[in-house]
């Protein structure tokens, strides 16, 4: 496994820490101020470390979104207690306490590992879960995650982190709604989740960094394969110009001739001063049904031009 960038584990191990120790401030004045309702479960729970590293370290990972955590450790905790109420012990009954948590977590399709601690802890806790019944599983369980999960949002918000994982569609580079180009080609969201079953990684990934994830590495791989490539290598040299002083019915005559969709506009000295395209060709023929004037040829006026040597991916 790579190491992550040193500023992204500070981020991450400042914001759990900070999390738990202001979850834990307000249970320990909650307490103190003799909460109504709360059973004496106003207090942190070993297990809930793991859920934290979650929920900062790999906000992504679908392991670590808001169902997963409060609905897994909820679950966990209702088997763990039901099975203590029903007067299991020993490693036997915590062993099946961790195995119908896991089950019960794939279930209701909220994975989340810390709940196989949640089951665990509740087991190797006893008598004083037993007293507390299932107001256990509401306080400290369910109210110590929810807490967790709000400190989170807010967290990964203040410093530019998206966070519960979702798609959230973003202007693409033309200021418009629709996803880059490279974006459209990809897999549809069916075909995505096939993947991810296939090789067993649902858990893993979800499937909007996975999108992105194939879009990157096609355009890596594009990259790399005209790297070396220069314009040079793939320009005319058979050129077809016009001037700014060619009729237009020459300029349609070579369009019709060599099917191309732009020409090349020149100067004197053979140097382009601009393009000229069919739509601008037709647009400007076509309007008010009049003759264009023949300085206006050249639509799109050269500012700047690649040379020869420039690489493709410039």
């Not at 060599?258 to 395209?277: C, M, Q, W, Y």
Request: hydrophobic fraction near 50%.
């Amino acid at each position: 496994m790579a190491a992550p960038p040193a500023a992204e584990a500070l981020r991450a191990a400042v914001g759990a820490g900070l999390a738990l120790f202001l979850c834990g401030s307000m249970l320990a004045w909650l307490a103190a101020d003799g909460a109504p309702g709360s059973g004496g479960g106003l207090f942190l729970i070993a297990p809930l470390g793991a859920t934290a590293f979650l929920l900062f370290a790999l906000p992504n990972s679908p392991l670590a979104q808001p169902w997963s955590a409060v609905v897994g450790n909820t679950v966990s905790g209702i088997v763990a207690v039901t099975i203590l109420l029903l007067g299991g012990s020993g490693p036997i009954a915590a062993g099946v306490a961790v195995a119908g948590a896991m089950v019960a977590m794939s279930l209701l399709r909220a994975m989340h590992p810390p709940g196989g601690a949640i089951a665990l802890a509740t087991m190797l806790a006893g008598d004083p879960v037993v007293e507390l019944a299932y107001s256990f599983v509401l306080a400290p369980i369910l109210l110590d995650t929810l807490l967790l999960v709000v400190a989170a949002m807010l967290f990964h918000r203040l410093t530019g982190r998206t966070y519960p994982l979702g798609h959230y569609p973003e202007p693409g580079r033309h200021g418009t709604t629709d996803p880059d180009p490279l974006l459209r080609l990809g897999l549809e969201p069916e075909e995505l989740q096939q993947l991810v079953q296939r090789f067993r990684q649902s858990t893993n990934i979800g499937l909007e960094d996975l999108a992105e994830l194939l879009a990157a590495a096609e355009e890596t791989l594009a990259t790399k394969k005209v790297g070396n490539l220069t314009c040079a290598d793939v320009m005319s040299r058979d050129l077809v110009t016009v001037s700014s002083g060619t009729p237009l019915t020459q300029v349609a005559a070579l369009f019709r001739e060599h099917h191309f969709k732009t020409l090349p506009v020149v100067d004197e000295n053979a140097r382009i001063a601009g393009i000229i395209s069919q739509n601008d060709f037709i647009q400007r023929a076509i309007a008010a049904r009049k003759p264009v004037p023949r300085p206006s040829l050249a639509a799109h006026p050269a500012r700047r031009c690649a040379g020869r040597d420039a690489p493709l991916t410039s």
